[in-house]
């Protein structure tokens, strides 16, 4: 047989301990809350302070690759007025050579001889480029034309002279025994300049 409890304690006893409990439970929790949001408030300080760092690091590298762009900017815009410089360069001292060419062939020609055409063309695929020369022209014998091969050999600017033909034409340019002698020679300018200065900036 069970005997029920019996509480002697007065109610405002009571109510009053109902009040401390919750008192005491509020301020658990509020105190709880306070602690954690300092620890968030820690924990977003330092993660702020990590990105500013981050975007520091960031603005950084960026200032340095701009500056470096600038300067790869300002390289290739050297480059294209290198270039540029080289192409007129090249210009001048083919036309300088070429003139030079042209006078060692006209003072080489015999008198009795006519020259028809003189063609310069740079040649660039050779290691140390050089203007081919080719050479054409009338003359009334093949002394006159084995006269021209040797005074072209001597000069200076020229080498690898040599006759790619001779042949008896008529006033027309065909062939005719006994007539006028039609000749084509070649010869080589070296050492007009360098390769690189050919070319260009590369």
């Not at 300092?38 to 977003?44: D, E, G, I, K």
């Not at 005074?151 to 002279?161: D, E, F, H």
């Amino acid at each position: 047989m069970s005997v029920p409890l019996v509480d002697f304690l007065p109610p405002e006893h009571r109510e009053r301990r109902s009040r401390r409990r919750v008192w005491m439970l509020r301020a658990g929790l509020s105190a709880a809350l306070v602690v954690g949001m300092a620890f968030a408030a820690l924990h977003v300080e330092r993660k702020s302070r990590f990105l500013d760092g981050e975007l520091a690091r960031i603005r950084e590298h960026y200032e340095r690759s701009r500056t470096r762009i600038a300067q790869v900017e300002e390289l290739d815009r050297q480059k294209e007025e290198l270039a540029r410089r080289l192409g007129i360069l090249k210009e001048v001292i083919v036309q300088a050579r070429g003139s030079l060419v042209l006078d060692a062939v006209g003072s080489s020609c015999p008198e009795r001889a006519c020259l028809t055409k003189v063609d310069l063309r740079v040649n660039a695929a050779r290691a140390a480029p050089e203007l081919d020369v080719t050479i054409e022209g009338r003359c009334p014998d093949h002394l006159d034309v084995a006269n021209l091969l040797t005074a072209l050999s001597k000069k200076p600017l020229l080498s690898n002279v040599s006759m790619v033909f001779s042949e008896d034409v008529d006033a027309a340019g065909r062939e005719a025994a006994g007539q006028e002698k039609k000749f084509v020679i070649t010869a080589k300018s070296p050492g007009l300049l360098s390769a690189d200065l050919l070319g260009g900036a590369r």
